[in-house]
T-cell receptor, first 114, second 111 residues
Framework: EDQVTQSPEALRLQEGESSSLNCSYT??????LFWYRQDPGKGPEFLFT???AGEEKEKERLKATLTKKESFLHITAPKPEDSATYLC???????????????FGQGTILTVHP | DSGVTQTPKHLITATGQRVTLRCSPR?????VYWYQQSLDQGLQFLIQ???????AKGNILERFSAQQFPDLHSELNLSSLELGDSALYFC??????????FGPGTRLLVL
């Protein structure tokens, strides 16, 4: 069974203090690893998709990286508006009844103080 | 705005009742997914439809059912509601089996 574990559960940063969020996964053949941002009471907002080990993607202050066992979301010089829950999800290779399904971690709650 | 719409935004009902949640996917997306998010379980996959046909099933209860119509909108039907069914229900859509875009969700409260 596919599993995703995110750490830490919560992270408090000062504005400008860079840090990283971790996503460890086990999956029967990775099709893609996804990062989403979720604000309270809202739907998850897509950030990145990573497909193979060594791949990196960047968007503003965020950079996502992927290895064979984990992914990191690096946040450089965060601002208060980066405060949100960051969710990691994996999708297994197509086939059988698992086609399309995303398996999510519990998320990391990020708070950035001014 | 992801382009995925869900109605209603909020729903309050009583135990034993039946409700229907509606989702309209992004223009051109053939796949619709339903997820449940509760405080203790996180985001859990329920079911996927592709162009009107069921494609994948998660741990969806027998009291829950879904369908996708010819115009590609989808409905999630929840019956014999229990207190534990209170949660946020999200719909997502995709044009391929990969990146899924989520709607704003329906918050269900069962009293």
């Amino acid at each position: 069974e596919d599993q995703v574990t995110q750490s830490p559960e919560a992270l408090r940063l000062q504005e400008g203090e860079s840090s990283s969020l971790n996503c460890s996964y086990t999956v029967s053949g990775l099709r893609g690893l996804f990062w989403y941002r979720q604000d309270p009471g809202k739907g998850p907002e897509f950030l990145f998709t990573l497909y193979s080990a060594g791949e990196e993607k960047e968007k503003e202050r965020l950079k996502a990286t992927l290895t064979k066992k984990e992914s990191f979301l690096h946040i450089t010089a965060p601002k208060p508006e980066d405060s949100a829950t960051y969710l990691c999800a994996v999708q297994a290779m197509a086939g059988g009844t698992s086609y399309g399904k995303l398996t999510f971690g519990q998320g990391t709650i990020l708070t950035v103080h001014p | 705005d992801s382009g995925v719409t869900q109605t209603p935004k909020h729903l309050i009902t009583a135990t034993g009742q039946r409700v229907t949640l509606r989702c309209s996917p992004r223009s051109g997306d053939l796949s619709v997914y339903w997820y449940q998010q509760s405080l203790d379980q996180g985001l859990q996959f329920l079911i996927q439809y592709y162009n009107g046909e069921e494609r994948a099933k998660g741990n969806i209860l027998e009291r829950f059912s879904a369908q996708q119509f010819p115009d590609l909108h989808s409905e999630l039907n929840l019956s014999s509601l229990e207190l534990g069914d209170s949660a946020l229900y999200f719909c997502a859509s995709s044009s391929t089996a990969e990146t899924q875009y989520f709607g704003p969700g329906t918050r269900l409260l069962v009293l």
